[in-house]
């Protein structure tokens, strides 16, 4: 597995992990995603320059798109959450 692969399995851990917990502890549908959004992202850019030892120069275009896939799962593990405890 090489070093991009790794990233987007941890990546995609922090995002359902933070997703489940955050929706499962606030009842609040958008501040528990944002919460999960940022917690998971957030920690996730920590990894990376833990791991490099420098901060990326292309950190701010990666923060991003981590941002939007972070959003993405929160929403639908969110709604999934929400629909099965209707």
């Known amino acids: 597995m090489d070093e991009g692969t790794l990233g987007i399995f941890i990546l995609a851990a922090l995002i359902i992990g933070f997703s489940v917990v955050c929706h499962w502890k606030i009842h609040h549908f958008w501040i528990a995603t944002a919460l999960a959004t940022l917690s998971a992202t957030l920690l996730f850019q920590v990894i990376a320059y833990i791991q490099l030892g420098y ?16 959003l993405v799962g929160a929403l639908i593990i969110g709604y999934l959450m929400r629909k099965k405890t209707k």
Do not use: E, K, Q, R
């Open 55 to 70: 901060l990326d120069p292309f950190f701010l275009t990666a923060f991003f798109v981590s941002v939007f896939w972070a």
